[in-house]
């Protein structure tokens, strides 16, 4: 594509600071990528949203995702394992630190106050993004009671998540298949 | 001996993380509190509710936080020794990004007919509700506690993370604030902790 060749260096430290600066989810990285990306001219605004879409659609951390497929475009593979490594040890080492810290500290009767208050937050942080996602996701009937079932399967009989996106998957697939829209 | 055939297992168990995550940080957090928690009962409810707290705070996607801080804890909790909750945390990452990293290489090669085809497109429909469910089984364990007897299930709270009705009542602020009032989540973990040190 007429680029320069970029160091693995320069991607690692690019990489490690976009990791550095999202706090939460994937999506908040992507406005930071972007500037980043396009002030080096590394990948264009318009490229952009179909990285995204590919990140989306393989399993695993979104933001790993936009770096492995950034990564190669740039330099190959050793350019997306310099990308991902980027990514990932900002985290790497800010968790470590506060893993040590917090096994120290988790006695500490403050500590273990605050986390009172902290716990049941928690849950609710965990159910916003899950409503948000229903609304998208759970279109008609079918799809309603497929979100109810997985939740009783492994809320309350102890399936694992894994034996049902196993069968949700060869499921979705066979009845895509058959049902002849997969050859139009 | 032992250390090293938990390393296995947590690196197996990472990898089976990775590949399986459809659907974003909070679907990775549903499968690796099953696998850690409910499969191999390695850590407690409320401490994986204090590490889901912590990466949130924390920078970085929420998932690989989870991992590193999981991967740290498991080796330390069963050794007692910081390095060997390190070669932990590595352990669980790297194992955690395997799986994309082969996958998202693989479909580069062919990713705009991928990305376009129906059948694709068909089993994702299924997929992304079934992660919706996941999500919120996720967060269910954290509240009650499921026994069978037999046939006959026997409920119980989860008596780390709803300690009383002032949980409640945190649980529900907390949904307000964030799913209505969009305020963003660090403020009101940090707010949740202020408030546990005044009320308890």
């Known amino acids: 594509m007429g680029r320069e060749k970029v160091s693995l260096w320069q991607i690692?430290?690019?990489?490690?600071?976009?990791?550095?600066?999202?706090?939460?989810?994937?999506?908040?990285?992507?406005?930071?990528?972007q500037r980043e990306m396009s002030r080096r001219g590394w990948i264009s605004d318009e490229e952009l949203p179909d990285i995204v879409a590919l990140s989306q659609s393989a399993p695993g951390v979104m933001a790993v995702n936009i770096s492995i497929f950034a990564g190669y475009r740039l330099r190959g593979i050793p350019g997306s394992i310099a990308a991902t490594l980027g990514s990932?040890?900002?985290?790497?080492?800010?968790?470590?630190?506060?893993?040590?810290?917090?096994?120290?500290?988790?006695?500490?009767?403050?500590?273990?106050?605050?986390?009172?208050?902290?716990?049941?937050?928690?849950?609710?942080?965990?159910?916003?993004?899950?409503?948000?996602?229903?609304?998208?996701?759970?279109?008609?009937?079918?799809?309603?009671?497929?979100?109810?079932?997985?939740?009783?399967?492994?809320?309350?009989?102890?399936?694992?998540?894994?034996?049902?996106?196993?069968?949700?998957?060869?499921?979705?697939?066979s009845v895509t298949y058959y049902s002849g829209r997969w050859k139009r | 001996m032992e250390a090293v055939s938990l390393i296995l297992q947590l690196a197996w168990t990472f990898f089976l993380v990775g590949a399986f995550t459809f659907g974003g940080g909070y679907a990775m957090l549903s499968l690796i509190q099953n696998q850690v928690v409910v499969a191999h009962q390695w850590i407690s409810e409320s401490a994986f509710t204090d590490i889901v707290a912590i990466s949130q705070m924390t920078p970085g996607p929420i998932g690989i936080n989870?991992?590193?801080?999981?991967?740290?804890?498991?080796?330390?909790?069963?050794?007692?020794?910081?390095?060997?909750?390190?070669?932990?945390?590595?352990?669980?990452?790297?194992?955690?990004?395997?799986?994309?990293?082969?996958?998202?290489?693989?479909?580069?090669?062919?990713?705009?007919?991928?990305?376009?085809?129906?059948?694709?497109?068909?089993t994702m429909g299924w997929l992304r509700p079934t992660v919706v469910g996941l999500i919120g089984a996720a967060a269910v364990i954290l509240v009650v506690r499921t026994a069978w007897n037999g046939c006959v299930p026997e409920f119980s709270l989860v008596r780390e993370n709803i300690i009383d009705w002032k949980s409640w009542l945190l649980m529900g602020a907390a949904f307000v604030a964030s799913y209505w009032k969009k305020i963003n989540p660090i403020l009101i973990i940090l707010g949740a902790a202020a408030l546990g040190v005044l009320l308890y």
Do not use: Q
């Open chain 1, 12 to 33: 690692f430290a690019v990489f490690a600071k976009i990791g550095t600066f999202t706090i939460g989810g994937g999506y908040a990285m992507i406005p930071i990528i």
């Open chain 1, 88 to 173: 990932i040890t900002p985290s790497f080492l800010i968790i470590l630190a506060i893993a040590m810290f917090f096994s120290a500290f988790r006695d500490n009767p403050w500590v273990e106050r605050a986390f009172k208050g902290i716990r049941p937050v928690v849950i609710s942080l965990i159910l916003v993004p899950m409503v948000n996602m229903a609304r998208k996701a759970c279109t008609s009937w079918w799809k309603w009671a497929l979100a109810v079932a997985s939740l009783v399967l492994v809320a309350f009989l102890n399936v694992s998540p894994i034996y049902i996106l196993l069968v949700v998957i060869i499921m979705g697939f």
């Open chain 2, 66 to 122: 989870a991992a590193t801080y999981t991967g740290y804890s498991v080796l330390y909790e069963a050794t007692g020794l910081h390095w060997m909750g390190v070669c932990g945390s590595a352990v669980a990452t790297l194992a955690l990004v395997l799986p994309s990293f082969l996958i998202v290489l693989l479909i580069v090669k062919f990713y705009t007919r991928f990305r376009k085809s129906t059948l694709f497109e068909g």
